[in-house]
C-alpha cells in the first residue's frame, strides 16, 4: 500500500486528493446557514459506531462522502456569526495555509535535524512576541499546545526556581532544606476567576489543589490587589513561601484584566514569581487602539499567549515566554539519543531543550503565514471589532429589561442572565426555576441549531454568556439570539408555573 505514502512518486495525488478535501470543505462553508445542525449524541453516534474500521473504503471520494456524513455536516461551525459559544475563533486564511504546509512536511520541532528552517521560524516568532511584550533583551520561550500548558510549564519554572531560591538561601543561613520539604510550603495565588488550570497544574507539581490561594476579584471581577497583599503578608507569617502570583489578562468568563501594575509591584517586594495568563487577552499585543490595556505585562516573570484565540489562528497555536532564558533550563534535560549536552556546547539550537513536549508540530508556521500576508495591525483590528462588538453589546443588555448583565466588558465577553419582570404577589419565579430557565434555554438553543451561546456561574448563580470573537458577527445578531434566548425560556418559565399551579 505504498501508493497511499506522500513522497516524489505520489505529489499528484496528493495535490488531487488533497483539493478534493477543500472543495468539500469550501462548499461546506460557503453553504452554512447555521453554526450547528442540532443533532444529539444519540442520533449521531449509531453512525458512527456502525462504521467498520477494519474495512478500509479504498477511495479518498468515499472516504469523504462518508465523511460529509459524520463529521462535515453536523460540526459546529466557528465561522458562523452566531457561534457566540467558547473562545472560538474563526481562522483567517493565510494560517490555514500554513496549516495545510506544515502538516503535509511534517516537521517535528524537537531537534535541529528535525526541522532546520522551523526552528528558526519558531524562535524569531518567540522574540518577536517578547519583545510586543516588554520582557527584555533576556527574553526566550517556547511553542506549546495550548494555554493550559503554558501555564503548567511556567508554573513548573516558577516551582524550581522558588525552591532553588530559598533552599540557596537556607543554605547561606547554615540550614540545610530539602526540595521534599519545602514543597508543601509552596504557595499560589490567583483570582477566583482565574483559568482551572491553575488548579491542575498545582496538584501535577505535586502542590495539591489547596496550595492554590484564590484571591476574591472586585466589581470589574478583577483580581483584589488588596485582598492579595494581605494574602502575600499571611504567607510569611504562617512560615509558607509565596512561590507565584498569577495574574490574568482576560479571564474566560469576563475577559477582565487584573490589575498588573499592582500585581508586579507586591509580587517584586514579596519576591514572588508573576506570571501572567494572557491566553485570552494577548490579541491587545498588535490592537493599534488597546494596548494600553496590557500595561503592566511586561514586569513579568512568564507569559501565556494563544494565538488560537485573539490572533485567529487554527488550534493549536500557543507559546509560553519568560523574562529570563537562563529559568528555561529548569524544564532541560540533555538524552543522548537526542539532544545530548555536546550539542548545547556547540550552539545547536535544539528546542527540546526548552520545552516539556519532546515531538511537537511546527505551529509556529501558521502565524508566520499570517504576519507575513496580513500583518500584526491587521491581526489587531480585528480583534478590535469584536472588543468594540461587546461593548455595544453591552449596552443593548443593559437597555433591555429582560436581562441583566454582570459587568461592562474589558475585552469581548459579555455574562448575564435573562431575568422576566417580577409579577404577582409571589414576585415572580422562584431562584431555581430561574437558573433551571437558563439552563433550558441554553440547550434548547443548541438543539435547535440556530446559535451556540455558553454558560457559567456567577455568586452560585446560573448565567448565559456571550464569547464574541467573530468580526462578521453585529449587533443584529446579537439582539436576534437575545430574542431567542427570551423566548426558550419565557416557554419553560411558562410551562413551569403551569405545572405548579
Known amino acids: 500500500m505504498r501508493s497511499h505514502l506522500l513522497n516524489e512518486t505520489t505529489a499528484d495525488d496528493y495535490r488531487r486528493t488533497v483539493t478534493e478535501g477543500v472543495e468539500r470543505v469550501a462548499a461546506k462553508l460557503a453553504a452554512t446557514q447555521r453554526p450547528h445542525t442540532g443533532i444529539s449524541v444519540d442520533e449521531l453516534a449509531p453512525a458512527i459506531d456502525g462504521i467498520d474500521l477494519d474495512r478500509p473504503l479504498g477511495d479518498a471520494s468515499a472516504a469523504l462522502d462518508e ?30 495555509v500554513g496549516e495545510a504546509v506544515l502538516s503535509a512536511v511534517n516537521s517535528s520541532l524537537d531537534t535541529w535535524d528535525q526541522s532546520i528552517g522551523g526552528t528558526l521560524i519558531e524562535r524569531r516568532l518567540i522574540d518577536w512576541t517578547a519583545r510586543r511584550i516588554g520582557l527584555g533583551e533576556g527574553a526566550d520561550g517556547i511553542f506549546t499546545s495550548g494555554g493550559s500548558q503554558s501555564n503548567f510549564h511556567a508554573l513548573l519554572l516558577a516551582r524550581d526556581e522558588a525552591c532553588r531560591t530559598v533552599m540557596k538561601r537556607a543554605l547561606d543561613e547554615g540550614t540545610e532544606l530539602a526540595k521534599a520539604e519545602l514543597l508543601p510550603k509552596l504557595r499560589i495565588f490567583t483570582s477566583e476567576a482565574s483559568h482551572f488550570s491553575v488548579q491542575k497544574s498545582a496538584a501535577m507539581l505535586g502542590l495539591g489543589y489547596e496550595a492554590v490561594i484564590a484571591v476574591p476579584v472586585d466589581r470589574h471581577r478583577r483580581m483584589d490587589t488588596s485582598v492579595l497583599a494581605l494574602e502575600l503578608e499571611n504567607c ?12 490574568t489578562a482576560g479571564t474566560t468568563d469576563f475577559g477582565s484584566i487584573d490589575p498588573l501594575p499592582e500585581i508586579a509591584r507586591l509580587t517584586a517586594e514579596h519576591s514572588a514569581w508573576m506570571h501572567v495568563d494572557a491566553a485570552y487577552g494577548c490579541g491587545l499585543l498588535v490592537s493599534p487602539t488597546r494596548r494600553h490595556l496590557l500595561d503592566g505585562i511586561e514586569h513579568a516573570d512568564s507569559v501565556t499567549v494563544d494565538y488560537h484565540k485573539s490572533f485567529f489562528q487554527p488550534v493549536s497555536s500557543s507559546a509560553m515566554l519568560v523574562r529570563d532564558r537562563d529559568t528555561l533550563k529548569h524544564a532541560t534535560y540533555h538524552a543522548d539519543y537526542l539532544n545530548p549536552r555536546r550539542m548545547a556546547e556547540e550552539r545547536i539550537p535544539n528546542q527540546v531543550d526548552k520545552s516539556i513536549q519532546t515531538t511537537r508540530r511546527f505551529d509556529a508556521l501558521k502565524l508566520w503565514m499570517t504576519l507575513r500576508i496580513m500583518g500584526a495591525d491587521a491581526v489587531g483590528s480585528l480583534f478590535d471589532e469584536v472588543v468594540a462588538l461587546a461593548a455595544a453589546g453591552w449596552e ?3 437597555a433591555d429589561p429582560r436581562f441583566e448583565v454582570v459587568v461592562r466588558p474589558q475585552l469581548s ?34 438543539a435547535s441549531g440556530e446559535a451556540v451561546v455558553a454558560g457559567t456561574k456567577v455568586d452560585g448563580k446560573q448565567y448565559l454568556k456571550f464569547t464574541l470573537l467573530n468580526p462578521q458577527t453585529t449587533t443584529a445578531d446579537i439582539t436576534a439570539v437575545l430574542d431567542l434566548i427570551a423566548a426558550h425560556a419565557e416557554q419553560f418559565l411558562g410551562e413551569s408555573l403551569a405545572v405548579h399551579h
Do not use: S, W
Request: one cysteine or more.
Open 236 to 247: 510569611a507569617a504562617e512560615g509558607l513561601f509565596p512561590m507565584a502570583v498569577v495574574a
Open 396 to 398: 443593548i443588555l443593559d
Open 413 to 446: 465577553t459579555l455574562v448575564f442572565r435573562y431575568l422576566p419582570t417580577a409579577g404577582g404577589e409571589d414576585g415572580g419565579p422562584r431562584p431555581d426555576l430561574l437558573d433551571e430557565a437558563q439552563l433550558h434555554a441554553r440547550k434548547a438553543l443548541f
Open 67 to 96: 465523511l460529509e456524513d459524520v463529521y462535515l455536516r453536523d460540526a459546529v461551525y466557528f465561522h458562523h456569526p452566531r457561534y457566540l459559544g467558547h473562545l472560538n475563533c474563526p481562522v483567517v486564511i493565510p494560517a490555514v
